[in-house]
């Protein structure tokens, strides 16, 4: 198994410019996140879906974007960045069935927008 | 509303001395409690987690957390630190329900010198 992938693993952006970040899981979870980290603050959730086909919003949302098409899938959209996006990006995923389960973390995506 | 408080931002200690990192939980309902670690350029990486069964959880890498309900506290240990011990610890929270959140402290550093 793969686990949790992401891409790209470094990104530059200038101001106004939109792109997708990629996550994607092997592991047939139901339950996926997408995190953002930033130095003395933690991790921040951003969106999360609990299946295909449904997604809700986290504690930091604004300017981002996201769907649920399939199981494995879960992108993150910023749909004209600004600086204040900079950081590194973390998608996750645990089983169904409690919040007690793991969460299985990718290896992030450093984004930087200029 | 759920929370966790770590104290301490960076924490250092010699190699084989004692490593306590703090952790303090609000929570209206029994929680679940989770200790991430990540190395550097990694995402995180399950330590342990406390999940109502034993108040003393044994981790991988010889850590272990001690769940006082009476102190709200969830203290993340290990008898004899080591140098690949040294990276960023991260103290969570979540509680009962397939769509719950899981809510990260601010990290705590820790460093280990000769």
């Known amino acids: 198994n793969a686990g949790v992938t992401q891409t790209p693993k470094f990104q530059v952006l200038k101001t106004g410019q939109s792109m997708t970040l990629q996550c994607a899981q092997d592991m047939n979870h139901e339950y996926m996140s997408w995190y953002r980290q930033d130095p003395g603050m933690g991790l921040r959730l951003i969106h999360y879906?609990?299946?295909?086909?449904?997604?809700d919003q986290g504690e930091v949302p604004n300017g981002y974007n996201v769907s649920r098409s399939t199981t494995e899938d879960f992108p993150l959209r910023l749909l004209s960045a600004a600086p204040s996006q900079t950081s590194v990006y973390f998608c996750?995923?645990?089983?169904?069935?409690?919040?007690?389960?793991?969460?299985?973390f990718g290896p992030g995506t450093r984004l930087t927008v200029l | 509303a759920q929370s966790v408080t770590q104290l301490g931002s960076h924490v250092s200690v010699s190699e084989g001395a004692l490593v306590l990192l703090r952790c303090n939980y609000s929570s209206s309902v029994p929680p679940y409690l989770f200790w991430y670690v990540q190395y550097p350029n990694q995402g995180l990486q399950l330590l342990l987690k406390y999940t109502s069964a034993a108040t003393l959880v044994k981790g991988i890498n010889g850590f272990e957390a001690e769940f006082k309900k009476s102190e709200t506290s969830f203290h993340l240990t290990k008898p004899s630190a080591h140098m690949s011990d040294a990276a960023e610890y991260f103290c969570?929270?979540?509680?009962?329900?397939?769509?719950?959140?899981?809510?990260f402290g601010t990290g705590t550093r820790l460093q280990v010198t000769l």
């Open positions: 996750a995923s645990r089983e169904t069935g409690g919040s007690y389960n793991e969460q299985f």
């Open positions: 969570a929270v979540s509680y009962t329900g397939t769509a719950s959140k899981l809510t």
């Open positions: 879906s609990v299946g295909a086909g449904i997604t």
